[in-house]
């Protein structure tokens, strides 16, 4: 049980973090200070916290990942505009793209993570298989 909360915590993390990371420099890693990790980190680890608080009350909601998706990008949106004013845009636009970016990343987390326990689980299958 402790370990599936620890997942639910930890996934919108690492993915919330790089986003909002990759938004602020405008895709210019190399303009990135310590300043704006330690931003993007308080980003990802409220976006986090907020989806384990969700995921306390409605468990349900988190089977569908295109849900799961949405629920990661807006929260991440939310904790955004709570941690650091917009370097572009208007007031919501840098944190309307990083929900964006972060519910993007958690789509194509969902679809890569499940080919790849997929193709794991036929090897180890077939190994089993051949012993």
Not at 36 to 55: M, N, P, R, Y
Not at 82 to 97: D, K, M, N, Q, R
């Amino acid at each position: 049980m402790l370990s599936q909360k620890m997942k639910v915590f930890v996934t919108p993390f690492c993915e919330a973090t790089p986003a909002c990371l990759l938004v602020m420099v405008q895709g210019n890693i190399w303009l990135a200070t310590i300043g704006h990790l330690q931003k993007a980190v308080e980003t990802g680890f409220i976006t986090g916290v907020g989806v384990l608080v969700l995921s306390l009350f409605t468990h349900r909601w988190f089977s569908n990942k295109y849900l799961l998706a949405g629920i990661t990008g807006g929260m991440c949106f939310i904790a955004d505009l709570l941690i650091h004013p917009t370097h572009f845009g208007s007031y919501t636009t840098e944190a309307i793209v990083t929900g964006t970016f972060t519910a993007i990343i958690s789509l194509v987390a969902n679809f890569v993570g499940k080919k790849l326990f997929i193709h794991g689980r036929a090897k180890l299958t077939n190994g089993q298989i051949k012993d």
